[in-house]
């Protein structure tokens, strides 16, 4: 398939829908290999000291109009109260589809020992949800699907729990709480996700010792919805003296991914990931880069 026909597919899909329902699933969801905020309230304050990060993703790089996003987060605990506050700024785009949003977490921490804790999490925010259809240069004029602009900003819901311990950490959440009908730029509506609509994700790994300076890092994820599995990713790195961190992510009929992470000093981190569409996706034969930075600030004991 050429460039242009894989444009005019992200242009159409993102703008001939003047009505439509939104159960809020920011384009951080993929994002979570990084930072798990960006699927859990929870985890926020869970490193243990204030934690600041910026990252980007860009999906099929070379075709106009292709998925891309941005974001950054901060997070940080307040251990005298074992609390965890959370603060997250967001752009993406795809196609005429632009998306901004803000996202603030809370989370409460029980500790059963020095290194093992349950979280608990909630979520909320705004997202300024944009399609700029009159900015399509068509062959033909006075189609109604291109004459109206959408502009309007949604409320949005998440909550979560995280389980963390020496060696295992399990991470269930359901980020998208809210449901927003849209008509061209008005809010017909909003809702409280059903059991039938509402996205439950759930992630989980281990660390492995293999020997004093080789630790193995697997992890699996799974999205429900509608009562099915319908996204699956399984991931794992091998780090060397806990400072270089190499693997790779499987996204069942979707994309594989090369991951690396290198921990410039105690503080201050980097990932990275290239990966490539398969399966009926594989038309889309440009590949996708996601990168982080990362900077720990944790207090001294």
Not at 129 to 153: E, G, K, M
Request: a neutral charge; one cysteine or more.
């Amino acid at each position: 398939m050429s460039i242009f026909y894989k444009t005019l597919f992200l242009l159409l899909l993102s703008g001939s829908c003047c009505m439509a329902s939104f159960a809020q699933e920011d384009a951080s969801n993929k994002q979570y290999l990084f930072n798990l905020l960006n699927i859990n309230p929870a985890y926020a304050g869970s490193r243990g000291g204030l934690s600041i990060s910026t990252g980007f993703r860009k999906q099929w790089a070379g075709i106009p109009g292709a998925p891309q996003t941005s974001i950054f987060s901060m997070d940080a605990p307040l251990k005298e109260h074992h609390f965890g506050l959370g603060l997250q700024l967001y752009t993406s785009s795809i196609g005429l589809e632009k998306t901004n949003g803000i996202n603030m977490s809370f989370a409460t921490m029980l500790q059963f020992e020095e290194d093992e804790f349950l979280s608990l999490g909630l979520q909320g925010g705004l997202m300024n949800y944009r399609i700029d259809r009159t900015s399509v240069a068509l062959p033909f004029q006075n189609d109604p699907s291109f004459q109206y602009n959408t502009n309007v900003v949604m409320p949005t819901a998440g909550a979560g729990i995280y389980y963390q311990r020496p060696g295992f950490y399990a991470s269930l959440s359901a980020p998208s709480l809210l449901v927003s009908t849209v008509k061209v730029d008005k809010i017909l509506s909003v809702n409280s996700a059903t059991l039938r609509n509402m996205q439950l994700i759930l992630t989980t790994g281990i660390t492995a010792t293999l020997s004093d300076e080789i630790q193995c890092k697997p992890s699996v994820y799974m999205r429900w919805m509608n009562g099915k599995v319908f996204d699956v990713h399984v991931n794992g790195s091998v780090w060397v003296k806990d400072m270089i961190g190499v693997g790779a992510s499987y996204r069942y009929d979707d994309a594989i991914m090369g991951l690396l992470e290198i921990k410039l000093n105690d503080k201050l981190s980097f990932g990275y990931s290239y990966g490539k569409s398969i399966g009926d996706r594989g038309i889309f034969s440009q590949g996708s880069h996601e990168a982080i930075i990362r900077l720990d600030l944790r207090s001294e004991d």
